[in-house]
């Protein structure tokens, strides 16, 4: 198991679309998904934050992320197959660009297809904070980062300014219908 340096915005390797993992029991796959583990969580001993991290944040160009929230969580080949009817704002932030906090919009509910690292397929439904994260990771596997999703008229706010302005009102905002796309 190794601790790795996290990838930086500006890095071709995060904007890399990540390739499928063919077979999710092999060696390579627990190797990454270890170093996953571990880097995330020398990532949170140092920082005080993290709930997961992307393989291509460490350098590893395949479709697998980790979780850490209630329980860990290893997610390979994941897919988000339906998404509620509602979205929210989130205050996102990311390893990748540490100091930097973007409000975007997700999806409140998702439904997400994965293997696990011994290859059985699950599927979970997911709201909120756990919503949120999965789509951020999933994006991280497209090479999506969360600068590429800014919402609103001041989206983009450094950590440090967040904390004194933000902070108290929290992270997610409440869910609301997402508005349908008008007709062009």
């Keep these: 198991m190794t601790v790795h340096r996290i990838r930086l915005l500006g890095d071709p390797a995060l904007r890399t679309k990540c390739a499928a993992v063919t077979d999710p029991r092999s060696p ?8 996953l583990r571990e880097s995330l969580r020398d990532l949170r001993s140092r920082h005080g934050i993290g709930r ?25 080949n994941p897919e988000i197959i339906d ?6 704002p989130v205050w996102d932030d990311c390893f990748s ?14 439904k997400v297809r994965y293997q696990d ?19 951020h990771e999933i994006d991280h596997l497209d090479g999506v980062l969360a600068i590429d999703r800014p919402v ?8 440090e300014e967040w904390n004194k ?11 609301a219908p997402r508005l349908e796309p008008s007709a062009v």
């Design 28 to 35: 390579a796959i627990r190797i990454v998904v270890d170093d």
């Design 52 to 76: 997961g991290i992307a393989a291509p944040q460490i350098g590893a160009p395949i479709r697998v992320a980790y979780i850490e929230m209630d329980k860990p969580l290893v997610l390979v």
């Design 83 to 88: 998404v509620g009817n509602e979205d929210f």
């Design 97 to 110: 660009f540490l100091n930097l906090m973007v409000r975007v919009q997700r999806a409140y509910r998702i």
């Design 117 to 135: 690292p011994r290859g059985k397929t699950h599927t979970v439904e997911l709201e909120r904070d756990a919503a949120e994260l999965v789509q």
């Design 152 to 159: 609103g008229l001041d989206p983009f706010c450094l950590r």
């Design 165 to 175: 302005h933000y902070a108290h009102l929290g992270r997610h905002a409440e869910p």
